[in-house]
């Protein structure tokens, strides 16, 4: 019911800035509650951003906040993630998903994943 596919990840020297799309092919982009992970080789997928339905309220988690972004343009049925100042240790996986369960930091809460894009930041 609900298809995601991710875009705009790259190489970045540290530093520098990235925006990724989650562009959502569903009837009601409002509906769902949105989320950013990512997952870095040998390690645990992490919890990076989460928006609610209307796009009024976002959790961002203290590894990222200050640096990151979680928009929406609800409209356009697209999820946006602005990356400032990004790190080595930035590099990873990052998957946007859809759930019911507003602001959550659980992937369990997330019913529809997309393929993910590449984001490699070097120093």
């Known amino acids: 019911q609900v298809q995601l596919v991710e875009s705009g990840g790259g190489l970045v020297q540290a530093g520098g800035s990235l925006r990724l799309s989650c562009a959502a092919s569903?009837?009601?982009?409002?509906?769902?509650?949105m989320g950013w992970f990512r997952h870095a080789p040998g390690k645990e997928r992490e919890f990076v951003a989460a928006?609610?339905?209307?796009?009024?309220?976002?959790y961002i988690p203290n590894s990222v906040k200050g640096r990151f972004t979680i928009s929406r343009y609800n409209r356009n049925n697209t999820l946006y993630l602005q990356m400032n100042n990004l790190k080595p240790q930035d590099t990873a996986v990052y998957y946007c998903?859809?759930?019911?369960?507003?602001?959550?930091?659980?992937?369990?809460?997330?019913?529809?994943w997309g393929q993910g894009t590449q984001v490699t930041v070097y120093a």
């Open positions: 569903v009837h009601t982009f409002s509906d769902y509650a």
């Open positions: 998903a859809a759930g019911y369960n507003s602001l959550s930091p659980s992937s369990a809460h997330y019913d529809y």
């Open positions: 928006i609610n339905r209307s796009g009024g309220t976002s």
